[in-house]
């Protein structure tokens, strides 16, 4: 399974960016999706995580501004962010846990810079 991230960009504090990810290739079942982020000097941390019946997790952080969707028929997940910070500026990818009915597998999207400006 291949991720593909787009949506990445410059923007300025207080502005939005929307996410998207798209899955393709081979695969049985794809289960939790979801948004990570790796700011330079820092260790990559979730940002927002979305099961396949729906249910979602966001980081304190992110709360109130930032949203994670899924659409099972393109799979696809997106991450509407809102009202950013100079310190949402970071590589965000994607993550996909899947299986082929007998094994799970984790896969991750190549990344995508989102910039925000003061």
């Known amino acids: 399974v291949q991720l593909q991230a787009s949506g990445g960009g410059l923007v300025q504090a207080g502005g939005s960016l929307r996410l998207s990810c798209a899955a393709s290739g081979s695969f049985f079942r794809l289960n939790a999706m979801g948004w990570y982020r790796q700011a330079p000097g820092k260790e990559r941390e979730p940002v927002a995580t979305i099961t396949s019946g729906g249910s979602t997790n966001y980081a304190d952080s992110v709360k109130g501004r930032f949203t994670i969707s899924r659409d099972n028929a393109k799979n696809t997940v997106y991450l509407q962010m809102k009202s950013l910070k100079p310190e949402d500026t970071a590589v965000y990818y994607c993550?996909?846990?899947?299986?082929?009915?007998?094994?799970?597998?984790?896969?991750w999207g190549q990344g995508t810079q989102v910039t925000v400006s003061s």
């Open positions: 993550n996909l846990a899947w299986d082929d009915s007998n094994d799970e597998y984790d896969s």
